[in-house]
């Protein structure tokens, strides 16, 4: 899928909390560092996975599900095979009448939960990652990283 440009910046912008479903405790893992670079970006950052449930992650305490979150969320950043995305998706609408974006990240994607989302008017990205656009969009993508179309978790 294709998204425009002002599209993607105008949902990074708009969005303050997000909850990360599948984010790990293992630092070279790409959904702890997305999750942590989003918080150092000032979003409020609420981990979901649970294996981790009651630990503290980024300052905040890992949840088993997204129906433990009690607190409004703008966004909810998928990192799950896309075969787990619908129950996931259902859960979100359910949990978070004021979502506004089901944001499902890079090798994800299923097109029958986005079309529930979307029926509810919640926007929907799939098969790409918020660290990744909010570089491209905000001017941080350094020469190392620009372009090489490789993806890598190596240090």
């Known amino acids: 899928m ?3 440009d002002s599209f993607l910046k105008s949902v990074l912008q708009r969005t303050r909390v997000i909850a990360v479903v599948g984010v790990s405790m293992n630092p070279v893992r790409p959904s702890y560092y997305v ?3 989003l918080g150092l970006k000032g979003y409020r950052v609420i981990p979901v996975n649970p294996g981790h ?3 503290i992650l980024f300052g905040e305490t890992v949840r088993g599900a997204l129906s433990e979150i009690d607190v409004p969320v703008d966004m909810v950043d998928i990192f799950r095979r896309s075969e787990a995305v619908p129950p996931i998706v259902k859960a979100a609408l359910d949990q978070f009448p004021d979502l506004k974006t089901i944001w499902m990240q ?4 299923h097109a ?6 979307q ?7 799939m098969n790409r990652c918020p660290k990744i656009e909010y570089q491209r969009l905000f001017g941080e993508l350094r020469m190392g990283g620009f372009a090489t ?3 890598s978790s190596k240090l």
């Not at 029958?112 to 989302?117: L, R, T, V």
């Not at 029926?119 to 990205?125: E, F, N, P």
């Open 2 to 4: 294709t998204y425009d």
């Open 35 to 37: 999750a942590r670079y």
């Open 53 to 55: 449930a009651g630990k």
């Open 106 to 109: 890079i090798g994800v994607e």
């Open 112 to 117: 029958e939960a986005a079309a529930m989302a």
């Open 119 to 125: 029926a509810r008017g919640v926007d929907v990205i």
């Open 149 to 151: 179309g490789v993806i």
